[in-house]
């Protein structure tokens, strides 16, 4: 029966697609007419991209640009409420809209519900008369008929499945291109048809930084968080975020408190290094399993607003976990990483940030029923990850190795040669 289902959904999806289409055509017609004219003095301009924490994150370093290359324009951003503190007070951002965006968690990516939310999200986005749009996020058909059918004259994108017929400007998705550089493409191609001039290259993270600043209250609440549980300014710690978002790109507890342990022997400036674990409110189970296994004391943070969290990773020395959003926002404060990686693909999720601030472990252990490592896509990956352990089979000696070789200042005076590592580094 589910066979069945999915046939009949893969069957009805083009039909569906080919009616919006031609349900917007006269609406397409005017704005092609409307696209012929002169852009504005005070163009508008709409992003819209519909992903979490770690997409947002890469997507920061195109609204300073923007205002840098087109400064009278008046920028809007259409994100998910689940991201919205990414760009609540980004400096550059003039107007941010949180919308629910078809979800499978919800049901509402389903049949035709998916169609009635987009017909209705389209109504709504006429009134803000934008001059030109950029759909994000690559595979997003919803996004580009989004732009379609709110007759927005200027629409750019990336020609991917079906989206390309919706955009005025389809620009290939490059194999293996950093998602920032994707992004930086189609912001280049959007100031080029607004007639604009042409983005700096090479896109590099020192030229195009990404950007999340806490506020002075975030860090102070941090700062007394911090000193409540032993801390002063000159305290030294590592920040271990083994949480994520998909199941499959989790690592073992047991590496993480293997790790904590050997970074807990390390002493800078005379002061012991402190551990600090971080995640959601639902992740305190995984925290508490590693603080469990690491024989020195340890602090647990958890439900943080993002705010706090970046307040918190900004004092860090080093940030450890998997491919996940918290990582991206490390990178964003200008913090050292390392990051695991298993079935996403590190050169297009990767930090972007300076190559010698971050190392990727990334797993060399192909699942079984996977075509390559990485796979990439995570939507293929079954609930159950136990068939999937890329990146649970990484051993923790790469990850120690990356962290000495990577970050010589932080001691690991580690005495398991098991590990690979020198015994009585000294710093």
Known sequence: MANLLNKVKNLSRPVLHLLVRLFGVSGAYVATKQARQPLSKKPRILLVHPGHLGSLVMTTPLFHTLKVYAPDAHVTVMVGPWSREVLAVHPDVDQLITYSFPSFRDGTSLGLKSYFLLINAAKELRRGNYDLAINLRPNFWWGAALLYLARIPRRVGFAVNECGPLLTEALPLL??????????????????????????????????????????????????????????????????????????????????????????????????????????????????????????????????????????????????????????????????????????????????????????????????????????????????????PCTRLVPEHDVLTAISRQFPRLLLNQENKEFGMMENLSI
């Open 175 to 388: 194999s293996r291109e950093h998602r920032t550089i994707g992004y930086l493409r189609l912001l280049g191609a959007a100031l080029s048809v607004m007639g604009y001039s042409s983005l700096k290259e090479p896109y590099t993270a020192e030229r195009y930084p990404l950007h999340f600043v806490p506020t002075a209250q975030e860090c102070q609440w941090i700062a007394e968080c911090l000193s409540r549980d032993g801390f002063d300014s000159s305290t030294p710690f590592v920040v271990i975020h083994p949480g994520t978002g998909g199941a499959v790109k989790l690592w073992r507890s047991e590496g993480w408190a293997t790790c904590a342990t050997a970074l807990a022997q390390s002493v800078i400036d005379g002061i012991s290094l402190r551990i600090v674990l971080t995640g959601s409110k639902s992740e305190r189970p995984l925290l508490e399993e590693v603080a469990s296994s690491v024989p020195f004391p340890t602090t647990i943070m958890t439900n943080l607003t993002l705010g706090q969290l970046a307040a918190l990773l900004q004092r860090a020395q080093l940030v450890l976990g998997v491919d996940s959003g918290p990582l991206h926002l490390a990178v964003a404060q200008g913090t050292p990483t390392i990051q695991i990686f298993g079935p996403t693909d590190p050169a297009i999720f990767g930090p972007w940030g300076k190559k010698e601030q971050h190392a990727v472990v990334a797993s060399i252990h192909r699942c079984p029923t996977c075509p390559m490592i990485p796979c990439i896509d995570l939507d293929l990956l079954p609930k159950n990850p136990a068939s999937h």
